[in-house]
Nanobody
Framework: QVQLVESGGGWVQAGGSLRLSCAAA????????MGWYRQAPGKQREPVAS???????NYADSVKGRFTISRNNAKNTVYLQMNSLKPEDTAVYYC?????????WGQGTQVTVSS
């Protein structure tokens, strides 16, 4: 059984920073790519960042230079460091194990950015 639990969301002023954490259970964590997605009100869920088992990363254009994804396999944890936050970043953020045939998803954590 796979379980993902996100934490670290909350309210922050524009220009501030937050770090999201995703704790994963099971050995699948260390051998799979991981991703962060977000869903804003009225919009579809979209990919934000991903990281392979070997540490390679990809970012959405909207967050490049501001967000950093990382993982600590020893702790079965993936992180999303979010700097220079903008109101447009407001969304529910979801952690995912990228797998076939379907991703595994966490419950989501709310991030609200206000001026």
């Amino acid at each position: 059984q796979v379980q993902l639990v996100e934490s670290g969301g909350g309210w922050v002023q524009a220009g501030g920073s937050l770090r999201l954490s995703c704790a994963a259970a099971g050995s699948i964590f260390s051998t799979n790519a991981m991703g962060w997605y977000r869903q804003a009100p009225g919009k579809q869920r979209e990919p934000v960042a991903s990281i392979t088992a070997g540490g390679g990363t990809n970012y959405a254009d909207s967050v490049k230079g501001r967000f950093t994804i990382s993982r600590n396999n020893a702790k079965n944890t993936v992180y999303l460091q979010m700097n220079s936050l903008k109101p447009e970043d407001t969304a529910v953020y979801y952690c995912a194990i990228i797998a076939i045939p379907y991703n595994y998803w966490g419950q989501g954590t709310q991030v609200t950015v206000s001026s």
